[in-house]
């Protein structure tokens, strides 16, 4: 009899892969920017960056239904939390798969915002495969000219 959860050996050498891949990103701690941006996966990829006017955060995440999207704002952390499901075959297809190298499954990343960022203003969208998120940055911290009488 043989056991259906099975899997070939291609796919056991990508998990090993993998796993390799996220004990090496916990153990290098000078390759991460914070404890808080940890992830296991590390899926979706971000940039973070700033503009005179707001902090822009970008995710790249192909084969996202928008719908999946989570986005939550909560004491100067951005959460972006989603699912993005497999396209693997089902089992009793004709196909098999030897390798797997695409992420799915379910996922979460956190940033840490700066201190100046409005969590009131948050406006995001997704298109192409990139989430992009902009939280706009408090008036009161812009520099602003002041007349002297």
Do not use: C, W
């Given at each position: ?13 990508a ?9 090496d ?15 296991g ?6 940039n973070v960056g ?6 822009e ?9 928008p ?17 993005r499901?497999?396209q ?8 098999s ?9 379910s ?23 990139i ?6 940055k408090r008036e ?9 009488s």
């Open positions: 009899m043989i056991n259906a959860s099975f899997r070939p050996a291609a796919d056991l050498f998990e090993l892969n993998r796993l390799q891949g996220m004990l990103h916990v153990f290098r701690p000078a390759e991460r920017s914070s404890i808080r941006g940890l992830t996966a590390s899926f979706p990829v971000i700033t503009t005179p006017d707001s902090v955060i970008m995710a790249l995440a192909p084969g996202i239904e719908q999946s999207l989570q986005l939550t704002v909560d004491r100067g952390l951005l959460v972006i939390a989603g699912e499901k497999s693997v075959p089902e089992d009793g297809d004709s196909t798969v030897y390798a797997q190298e695409r992420f799915a499954g996922f979460r990343r956190v940033v840490s915002l700066p201190e100046d960022a409005d969590p009131a203003r948050v406006d995001a969208s997704y298109r192409d495969g989430l992009r998120v902009s939280v706009a009161s911290s812009k520099p602003r000219r002041i007349e002297v």
